[in-house]
């Protein structure tokens, strides 16, 4: 069966300081790969997605970036961390062609 | 006008009663639809897909009425382990899919 692994569980960090969040897939080969946000009293909001080694698309534009190094491995990142990027992070897949998305546990980022 | 629209709640029943959330979508274009359950500082986790002749599992129902743009979310005799805030979903292919903000369902014993 698949899963998807995501950490650190949570995080903090003071501003201006940089950012790797990491997500792997096990049991499944070319997921597609997203990246979404949660801050406090709001929806979901997608950062990132992926159909394959090194292809970002980028939804936001932010001080945030995306690598995609294999093909199962995602990883979220940032220079220089600003205090409006504290939330919550979820890493997800899907199948090359269904949107049912299946998340990680998600990082709890605090950027004070 | 948001893509996805759900009245945050929250909802507060009791055990035993039945509930109904409702989510409103503006684009006519969108193909597919789902519920998700999150959990207070979870990750979501899909619950149902929903189609337009309705489908059923369990306590939940869920329906889609394309013709006023909105699904619909049914459950029947609560139980305390249905709190959670329930995320509606909408999909125009993998790359375009939006989640609404949730509804906060709180049942209370």
């Known amino acids: 069966s698949q899963t998807i692994h995501q950490w650190p569980a949570t995080l903090v960090q003071p501003v201006g300081s940089p950012l790797s969040l990491e997500c792997t897939v096990e049991?499944?080969?070319?997921?597609?790969l997203y990246w979404y946000r949660q801050a406090a009293g709001r929806g979901l909001q997608l950062l990132f997605y992926?159909?394959?080694?090194?292809?970002i698309s980028s939804e936001v534009p932010q001080n945030l970036s995306a690598s995609r190094p294999q093909d199962r491995q995602f990883i979220l990142s940032s220079k220089k961390l600003l205090l409006s990027d504290s939330g919550f992070y979820l890493c997800?897949?899907?199948?090359?062609?269904?949107?049912?998305?299946?998340f990680g546990s998600g990082t709890q980022l605090s950027v004070l | 006008r948001k893509e996805v629209e759900q009245d945050p709640g929250p909802f507060n029943v009791p055990e035993g009663a039945t509930v109904a959330f409702n989510c409103t979508y503006s684009?006519?274009?969108?193909?597919?639809f789902f519920w998700y359950r999150q959990d207070c500082r979870k990750e979501p986790k899909l619950l149902m897909s929903v189609y337009s002749s309705g489908n059923e599992d369990g306590r939940f129902t869920a329906q889609l009425n394309r013709a006023s743009q909105y699904i619909s979310l049914l459950i029947r005799d609560s139980k305390l382990s249905d709190s959670a805030t329930y995320l509606c979903?909408?999909?125009?292919?993998?790359?375009?899919?939006?989640f609404g903000i949730g509804t906060k369902l709180q049942v209370i014993p």
């Open positions: 992926s159909v394959g080694i090194g292809q």
């Open positions: 997800a897949w899907s199948t090359r062609l269904n949107e049912k998305l299946f």
């Open positions: 684009n006519s274009a969108s193909q597919s």
């Open positions: 049991g499944t080969s070319n997921p597609n």
């Open positions: 979903v909408v999909s125009r292919g993998y790359q375009k899919v939006t």
